[in-house]
């Protein structure tokens, strides 16, 4: 892999914040149906390695939030706890919630914004960045911050992954915005300890120029295909979407792992595109990754090299997958699924 050197971040317009003694993060921390997103839990980690304080926000509909903010509490490494609930947070999009980042920010004592690299992050962190006219970094794999110099350098994969681009925020940034690869940082845990939780008011968006229609959740009984340690996906070659649920299911079910599948397969209608693994999808990194009939695009490697145990099947014995495979099979799927399925339930 590639590893690139890139320039310092430039300097931005100079505004006015308050001084702070060190590092102080404000972490975003999402949640769905009570509990926290496992890839804020990972932000969470991110910023306590840059070794100062640590503020959470959470942001809700005053119904969701009731048994959120005590988990949230109790996250080792969590100092303070701040949570505006209001209506228009119940369904939250990046323009209902950006102007009370904005305002939580103007003149304070932050120094790092973070949150996780997820759908609605990626689309609040830089409006927030670009209101407050300082540069966001994204899909970070590694923090270190410099006190003395109060820089931040950040690693970050480029080019699908072929690549490790560091990217060094300087002293002239004054807060500083990142997302966080989740599978590069270990979730936050629960602790004895308990942060202080504070209520901020809500910032009132009267017109808003998006309105929340609908949220649909694909439901299953099988583990989060972001968070499962062993994950099983089908690619191209599993024909339409009658061969892939019955290929594969069998053989999840048995292993108690969650459903890939790569781009090929969901533009072919095969699977959900919440299913999709890759640079366009989620990036995995479970104990177990099996490849079925995936031909390894360097865009689907991008989401899973990283697994522990990559096991790949493919009928091309040239197929990129085995590249990067730890075990590899050159034969055809449908006789080696099957009878793989066979001895696990034996």
């Given at each position: 892999m590639l590893r690139a050197r890139v320039q310092t971040l430039p300097k931005v317009f100079a505004r006015t914040y308050a001084s702070a003694t060190g590092p102080h993060a404000l972490v975003f921390l999402e949640h769905r149906d009570g509990a926290i997103d496992s890839g804020s839990l990972s932000a969470l980690t991110a910023a306590k390695q840059l070794g100062g304080e640590v503020t959470g926000v959470l942001v809700g509909g005053p119904e969701q939030l009731k048994d959120v903010i005590p988990q949230a509490q109790k996250l080792d490494g969590l100092n303070t706890l701040l949570h505006a609930s209001a209506a228009q947070y119940a369904a939250p999009i990046p323009e209902t919630i950006s102007p009370l980042l904005e305002s939580l920010l103007s003149g304070s004592k932050y120094t790092h914004v973070v949150s996780a690299h997820s759908s609605s992050a990626k689309s609040l962190l830089p409006r927030v960045a670009a209101k407050l006219d300082v540069p966001a970094i994204s899909d970070v794999t590694s923090v270190d911050h410099d006190s003395s110099s109060n820089a931040t350098t950040f690693t970050r994969p480029?080019?699908?992954?072929?690549?490790?681009?560091?990217?060094?925020?300087?002293?002239?940034?004054?807060?500083?915005?990142?997302t966080v690869r989740s599978t590069a940082f270990k979730a936050a845990e629960a602790?004895?300890?308990?942060?202080?939780a504070s209520a901020i008011d809500a910032v009132e968006v009267t017109d808003p120029p998006t309105v929340h229609i609908k949220t649909e959740i694909t439901k299953s009984d099988r583990p989060d295909l972001g968070v499962a340690s062993r994950v099983v996906s089908g690619g191209r070659a599993l024909k339409n979407a009658e061969t892939f649920k019955a290929t594969l299911e069998?053989?999840?079910?048995?292993?108690?792992?969650?459903?890939?599948?790569?781009?090929?397969?969901?533009?072919a209608g095969y699977a959900d595109n919440s299913l999709q693994v890759g640079q366009t999808g989620k990036v995995v990194a479970p104990e177990l990754y099996m490849a079925l009939g995936i031909s390894g695009a360097i865009q689907h490697l991008a989401g899973m090299k990283d697994s522990k145990l990559i096991v790949a099947v493919n009928k091309d014995p040239d197929a990129p997958i085995f590249q990067v495979a730890d075990a590899g099979l050159v034969a055809d799927l449908y006789d080696v699924v099957p009878e793989l399925v066979e001895k696990l339930k034996q």
């Open positions: 480029i080019y699908a992954g072929n690549a490790i681009a560091t990217v060094r925020a300087s002293s002239n940034i004054p807060i500083k915005f990142f602790s004895s300890a308990e942060a202080k069998p053989l999840a079910d048995v292993l108690g792992a969650a459903i890939g599948a790569s781009r090929a397969a969901v533009d």
